[in-house]
């Protein structure tokens, strides 16, 4: 019998899980670790930041869920690795701290045959003084509770404007380093239709606050669409809508200091400067998960299994090169661990060789340079490939072939939301071919016939699809696989 | 804390130079008829795709 250990439930570990379980026999293990009690698609998240759904319907809990198919369930974080084994036992394993099921705070290790570290991201609010929740400072909407704090911010604001007093609201990215400047960019736009639902627009002055050095970055280097007969950049096509709904954009920012009243930023010239807010929804940066490795002997082997920023390197090229050497083949294919051949790390948690747009720095040194996306749909596939090498393995043996889903061969769809509404909701709907652009393969970095953007109703249609298509999946209801990642 | 602020001036992206959508662009975003058959078309692009990925 071998035992599949998943770190993490989110859109990879989950989707890594459902498929080991429906791919292996019931002779073998799954267990999921995960220090959440529920499953979030916080794609919707937005939506619960601007009070258009409750929070209980973007999260669900995953304990049923695993029941029903055979996949063991600890509430619990991963506090260390053990590729290795310890002294007692060769096989790999991991030190758990409990976070629920009446265990928390009781520690455990576990040993693995096969382990899929798909841990997501550390929100580091702390990266920035003042910034997040916690603070008292500014809202968010990486979680859903913090979605919903943001929601109840946002409508005390709108009641100020509704008296009449005049407000300034920010969104945008509270560091330098920030990725998720798509959520980012739907919040903004659907703070904007709320406060014109409400009546109250004009009263308001609303500003997106972004790393990015251009609008239409997103953290990948911005895109090339052919629209009417010319090649239209995203950087054009964004600047349009932000002119179109008067968002007042403020670009190659990093945020030094947050307080009740004011955010205290750099930008790329090295200016500091000062806004003054009533209301601010800032992402924070993301780091890795506190998770440290040790060897057989007990020895610290965190700085060999994971990069600096925490994430675990995997098989993609990290030597250092400057930006005009990179290339789409530093990306990893397999997302195998360095040094281990029965260790995976997918979705945010795998240590990118470098970011996709091109990163800057202020005259202050002050790096300000968006860290590359990996969004929903990647994520979800690279889960599952590395499920099917898994299962692989197990079933063919160890030398079967690893499945391989490099960003620089694959297509995402993004879909930001601008505002709901079944009649009078938009969304940016965008497909991007490949994820990471190849220069070598196209000229602009990405394959036009099939990378495109429009902004219109049937991008919300397509987002509101996708929230009850991908919570439907992730229910593992009957033919959730029939559903791609 | 919204009544007369003293911020340093805020470097505000100048726009001007950007597209602004006519009234015909505007009404065919909420167009339900040509907007249905974006939503199709969008979503079979997503499928050929996820196909065209899956035979690699």
Redesign the interface.
Known sequence: MAEVVVLGAGISGHTAALHLRRLLGRGHKVTVVSPNSNWNWIPSNIWVGVSKLPKEKVIFPLAPVYRRKGIDFLQAKATAIRPKGDAQDSRGAVDIEFTGQNKAGQTDRIRYDYLVYATGPKLKFEATEGLGPDAGNTTSVCTADHAREASEKLAATIA?LKEG????LVVGTGHGTCTCEGAAFEYTFNVDHELREAGVRDLATL?YMTNEAQ?GDFGVGGMTFNQNGFETSSE?WT??L???RDV????GTHVHKITS??INFE?LDG??????Y?FAMLLPPFSGQPVKAFDAEDNDITGEMFAPSGFMKVDADYTPKPYEEWKASDWPSTYQSVGYNNIWAVGIAFAPPHQISQPRKSPNGTVIAPAPPRTGMPSG?MAKHVAMTIVDRIKIGSKAKAY?APLS???A?CVASAGTGL??G?AA?M?M?PVVPDYAKYPTGRDLA?T?G??????H??KL?LHYLFIYKAKARPGWQLI?E | MSEEKTTTPVPVLDLSGAPMPNVKTLKARYNLLSQFGKFVGFNLSIMRMVVKEGEH
Do not use: C
Request: charge should be negative; aromatic fraction near 8%; glycine fraction near 6%.
């Open positions: 100020k007093t005049p407000q300034t500003y609008l054009l600047s349009s932000f002119r179109e007042r954009p403020i670009v009243s004011t930008t200016e500091m400067h000062d806004l003054d009533d596939v391989e061969k694959m297509g769809v009649t009078n938009s709907a497909i071919n099939t495109r429009e902004i219109g109703l049937y991008g249609w397509s699809m791609p």
